[in-house]
């Protein structure tokens, strides 16, 4: 399974994409971030981002994707930026027609450190450690990609897999149900 990670945010948005499966090695594909002058309009660095998302989307063709959930902070212009980016990887899978995972920044922390309140470095250090890689993703919003596909592949991958066969079984219901009505 190859699953893209985005680790929303309007200044920096961390995107990182590996491969693997549940009881075998990951392998990191591609690990990077975007950036958008804070200067700018809104529009042009949503712009900016959905571009780069998309490219990324064209590049390495990801069977699933997910992005960290929003949550409420007490600064509410940060929290509206990283809202509004993180929709960008949503409306992208929803296009390609790909499996989109929210997770909780608590459990993307618990399944790459083995704790939810793990810190930055810890769940730096984690990725580093998976992913078998010489040196660290910085900056942290590229390790954070890296840690929500890490994330995503062992938590989510099982539920993608019971989605896609229940959908299968619907369709040959559905099929069954067509042929025996003619």
Same mark, same amino acid.
Request: aromatic share 2%.
């Given at each position: 399974? @190859? ?9 920096? #948005? ?5 491969? =693997? *499966?549940?009881? $075998?090695?990951?392998?990191? %594909?591609?690990?990077? %971030?975007?950036?958008?002058?804070? =200067? ?5 660095? !949503?712009?900016?981002? /959905? ?13 699933? %994707? ?5 949550? $409420? +902070?007490?600064?509410?212009?940060? %929290?509206? =930026?990283?809202?509004?980016? $993180? ?9 390609? =027609? ?23 470095? +810890? ?12 040196? /660290? ?10 840690? !929500?596909?890490? #994330?995503?592949?062992?938590?989510? *991958?099982?539920?993608?897999?019971? +989605?896609?066969?229940?959908?299968? +079984? ?5 099929? @069954? ?6």
């Amino acid at each position: 399974m @190859r699953v893209l990670g985005v680790d929303p945010g309007l200044t920096r #948005c961390g995107i990182g994409v590996v491969d =693997g *499966g549940v009881g $075998s090695p990951l392998r990191l %594909v591609a690990v990077g %971030v975007v950036r958008t002058p804070s =200067g700018d309009p809104v529009q042009e660095r !949503l712009l900016t981002i /959905q571009t780069e998302i998309d490219d990324w989307m064209r590049r390495y063709e990801p069977d699933a %994707v997910a992005v960290e959930r929003v949550f $409420s +902070q007490a600064n509410l212009a940060s %929290v509206m =930026g990283t809202a509004q980016a $993180s929709a960008i990887p949503m409306l992208a899978a929803a296009r390609l =027609g790909l499996p989109l995972a929210l997770h909780t920044p608590t459990e993307v922390k618990a399944a790459v450190t083995g704790s939810g309140r793990a810190d930055k470095a +810890q769940v730096t250090t984690m990725v580093t450690r998976i992913l078998r890689l010489d040196t /660290q993703p910085t900056p942290a919003d590229a390790a954070d990609a890296l840690a !929500l596909a890490i #994330c995503h592949v062992w938590r989510g *991958g099982a539920e993608d897999r019971l +989605q896609q066969a229940a959908a299968a +079984q619907r369709r040959a219901v559905a099929a @069954r149900r067509a042929k025996v009505g003619r």
